[in-house]
């Protein structure tokens, strides 16, 4: 007997972003659409759940790719990957009869010889070129959706990627003609996909990036339905605790399972559980932050000041340029606050960075763009109980 799974859609999200991507909407997608929200916050599953379905019946042809998949292959080679393996699913009946004779390698549109025994483009296809072949033997727009987009910014051949991808756009969406492709990214930190967008210089200037909408009450509302289901009708989850507990989780569908799990199973017929939910919750918020306090505890107060203010960029939303006077003078403020006299020097802001990044509190992108590694982490730095000397939480 197989076990159906049940999954909370999106579908009014799915149809208004097709249709902002169709070209419904005030804001040009055409350059390319970027969603950011924290990892593990439902980004993915809707991507394969919801938007996929969407584009589909549009009737466009949708191609993922999942940079986070397998982060010790080379960002572009997967994009490369998953453009492939959508062309070769155009492998027609009688391209099917020439394989089975022996005959592995065709001229598709007299464009690409492709060998049907590897699955990969051939050798010096540019990513443009293979775009456009598959946009011509499907007879469909392709939507090249990329989750966890940041991801090729790591190395100079993802950024390349990135450019390549840029091209294909420019060359499939030219003319009267109607437009041949659609590229969606998606990124857990908004800083890093900013790395494409923010720059003249770099491949997809001008574009916005969109807040990915967090899952709201209507999933509480699923969560807690499903959950009571399970239990005993004097036994359930109130949705008040249930939404609490999601919310110090930081929105996090798997954490907040989890926490209903321990409490629902592990605590047999408790007749509270929703103070055990609502504890649970903050005990989690607790680990976490404790963990960002040992980080930090580890740290000098130089390195702990430039964390500080890139924090407070996360939380204005404004691009962290870590050599800039207004960037040294808040770090010196931080320096002061903390009552140290280390100076907030360029080479000293540098070596700090440097030292962020080997801990993984720091993130660099390839072209010298920085951005905290866990955006999370830039709201306990910013509470207004933080100060230099703060306690660790419940301490």
Known sequence: MSIVRRIFRRAALADALARDLGGDSFIDYSSGMFLAAPR??????????????????????????????????????????????????????????????????????????????KPQLPAG?????????LHEVSGQMVVL?????????????????????????????????????????????????????????QPFFGATITPFPLLGADFVAFVTQLWNGRLAADNQFALEDVEYAFELVGRRPEMLGKLVADVSVGQGEARNLGELLRSGALNHQAGVWSDYESACNEL????????????????????????????????RRHLQLAGSDTEASTPNVQKALQVLRAKDLVWKASRGEYALEDSAMAQWLTRPAVTASSPPPGG
Request: charge should be neutral.
């Open 300 to 331: 000098s107060p130089l390195q702990r000041a430039v964390l500080q203010v890139m924090a407070e960029r996360v939380v204005a939303r404004q691009p962290f340029s870590p050599f800039t006077e207004q960037t040294l003078d808040d770090v």
């Open 125 to 133: 296809t540019t990513l443009a070129q293979a775009l456009e072949v």
């Open 40 to 117: 593990r916050t439902g980004k993915s599953t809707f991507l394969n759940n919801d938007l996929i379905p969407a584009c589909q019946v549009q009737g466009w042809l949708p191609v993922y790719v999942d940079l986070w998949a397998d982060r010790e292959v080379d960002p572009a080679l997967l994009i490369c990957n998953a453009v492939a393996s959508a062309l070769n699913a155009f492998d027609s009946s009688a391209r099917k009869t020439l394989k089975k004779a022996g005959i592995d390698k065709i001229n598709l549109l007299r464009t690409l010889s492709w060998d049907f025994s």
């Open 145 to 201: 959706i990329i989750d966890e987009a940041q991801h090729a910014l790591n190395g100079e051949s993802g950024v390349s990627a990135m450019f390549a991808l840029k091209a294909a756009r420019d060359q499939l969406n030219r003319g009267n003609r109607p437009d041949g492709l659609r590229l969606v990214f998606t990124g857990s930190s908004r800083d890093k996909l900013a790395s494409l967008v923010l720059k003249s210089n």
